[in-house]
């Protein structure tokens, strides 16, 4: 019979993990051997069992310490000075000297062993949308008049000439816009020369009267299929909401096809749960990302009558009324723009080499719009500068607030025109199109609230995007 010691050692040894390794069965046996052979030592000189004993001891201890040693070394998270060989260290070498002299010394970005937990914090909003007062139509925000290019001419006479979504826009026209003054400047939907193919973002004509009556818009958008469908908490929504705010769900057709073979299904008013479902057809760009900030950036455009509007994500099931939403970050504090600030990173260098380790976009295309922000005057952002203008340089751009006022209307084209210009990723252009709205515009405030994330996460529900899970009934999300 096993000896009550060895048999702990046997129970410990299954408790900690699966099946043991030829080497370390054959460990335990001789441990557990030792401890069932004590008739038989007596029949042995006393020097070799003594020997065999220390031998036994010995191995016990030793895998004892091990087994220990590494318990510890879990718990603790500590790192051994392993050398993972010529190859990784000369890879090393390489990435540090292809940062010196851009800027990047000083910032070495390490993937974490553990995801890093973010959760929402108080917000004090009103008890009743009874109790929201909107502001007078005095407020002091700067009035000038906006147009838009609606159309583009082959101008330079070129046989290849490809009307596009965002135009053609020349470096010194860009240059241009950024004066807060009266002007038609592009911003998106712009058509080609008469005839020509239409250069996308296609509305019915039916979704484009009811979005002209919307004067505030809680909106978001799913292309490519890409998320879950995700409805406002309808309990949560004031009955003055629903009936004076617009909820707009753009979608392309592959997306409502999957939706509908989900049960997501439009009644006869074209609504599912609260979300007023408008197809967009013939999608203006290949990448969805960058379709998606067609009605991200431009809400102006897509609902000219609107006063207001709040931007979601997919990603997040809102449960505050839109109206308490207003309220508190717009109305309260004379704001006509809010935005959160990035749970994690605050300067835009740590968010290029962010979008480089994770292959966000492609590294070229990354380098080129960021040599092109430095040479322009973008700087690192420094918290303990007094002149700094915002709490942070980088954005969680899920979660956006607007009074549609000049200059926030001014502010979200020139935003979109360059994720036409450069890349999709918005938070790195976010930084260096607001410090020089404000450089070129130094006696003209733009009213900007950059308000906590962990605000934002009180204000709706996160999600993860679609995965190759079964996605939630859709009673559940009512």
Known sequence: ??????????????????????????????????????????????????????????????????????????????????????????????RHKSQEGSGFEGFEFTKPKHRKQHFPCEVKFLESVDNVIEPMESVNFEQFSLNYV?????FDGIDAFEP??????TLEERENTFYARNQTMHCGFVKGPEGSPSTGYDLDLEDKEYMNTCHIVVSSCIFGSSDFLRRPTSRKISEYSKKNVCFVMFLDEQTISKLSSEGHVRDDRGYIGLWKIVIVRNLPYVDMRRTGKVPKFLSHRLFPSARFSIWLDSKMRLHTDP?????????????EYAISNHYDRHCVWEEVLQ???????????????????QSDGLTKFDPSDPDTLLPSYVPEG?????????????????????????????????????????RKNPDKP?????????????????????????PPPPNSIL
Request: proline content about 1%; overall charge positive.
């Open 446 to 470: 733009f009213f900007l609230n950059m308000f906590k994330d962990c605000e934002r996460r009180a204000l709706a529900k996160l999600f993860r995007h679609r995965t190759a899970e079964s």
């Open 355 to 373: 979008n480089k380790r994770l292959n966000k976009y492609n590294h070229s295309a990354i380098d080129e719009q960021f040599n092109f922000y």
């Open 164 to 169: 596009r979504f965002g135009g053609h826009q």
């Open 150 to 154: 609606d159309r583009e001419e082959n």
């Open 323 to 335: 109206m308490l939403i207003l309220e508190y970050f717009l109305f309260r504090n004379g704001s």
């Open 398 to 438: 899920s979660f956006i607030v607007r009074a549609h006022t000049p200059m926030s209307n001014l502010f979200s084209c020139l935003w979109f025109n360059e994720v036409d210009r450069f890349t999709s990723r918005d938070q790195l252009s976010f930084a260096y199109t607001y410090l020089k709205l404000r």
């Open 1 to 94: 019979m096993i000896s009550s010691f060895g048999r702990n050692v046997r129970m410990a040894l299954y408790r900690h993990g699966t099946e043991l390794l030829p080497e370390r069965r054959e460990i335990t046996g001789s441990i557990i051997r030792h401890f069932d052979r004590s008739d038989y030592a007596s029949r042995i000189r006393r020097g070799k069992r003594f020997a065999r004993l220390s031998k036994l001891r010995l191995t016990f201890w030793m895998f004892v310490l091990a087994v220990v040693s590494l318990i510890y070394l879990s718990v603790f998270d500590v790192k051994l000075p392993l050398h993972v060989g010529k190859r990784n260290s000369n890879s090393a070498t390489t």
